[in-house]
């Protein structure tokens, strides 16, 4: 059985840069697709950035550019390097990984983005 642990979320200032890692047990990462999620108060989950086995990457639209997922199979642990951050960017953010047709979410890591 996969489990996932994020870290890294903390309080920042607009402007900053955090790290998140998503760190796993039980199985091999590198045959997971792998994917950052978040969600703000009021306001449905939503995808972040995803990673494939292959290491394709996808993102959306309002972090393109600012914000990077990458994984390093070694270590098991796939990251969210986050920069120039908004308070719009202010949510829990779930690492998840997938291998059809099995999903498995982590418990979550709060980012705030406040000065």
């Known amino acids: 059985q996969l489990q996932l642990a994020e870290s890294g979320g903390g309080l920042v200032q607009p402007g900053g840069s955090l790290r998140l890692s998503c760190a796993a047990s039980?199985?091999?990462?590198?045959?997971?697709?792998m994917a950052w999620y978040r969600q703000a108060p009021g306001k449905q989950r939503e995808l972040v950035a995803g990673?494939?086995?292959?290491?394709?990457?996808n993102y959306a639209a309002s972090v393109k550019g600012r914000f990077t997922i990458s994984r390093d199979n070694a270590k098991n642990t796939v990251y969210l390097q986050m920069n120039s951050l908004k308070p719009e960017d202010t949510a829990v953010y779930y690492c998840?990984?997938?291998?059809?047709?099995?999903?498995?979410w982590g418990q979550g890591t709060q980012v705030t983005v406040s000065s």
């Open positions: 998840n990984a997938v291998l059809l047709p099995m999903g498995y």
């Open positions: 039980g199985s091999r990462l590198a045959v997971y697709s």
């Open positions: 990673i494939n086995p292959g290491g394709s990457t």
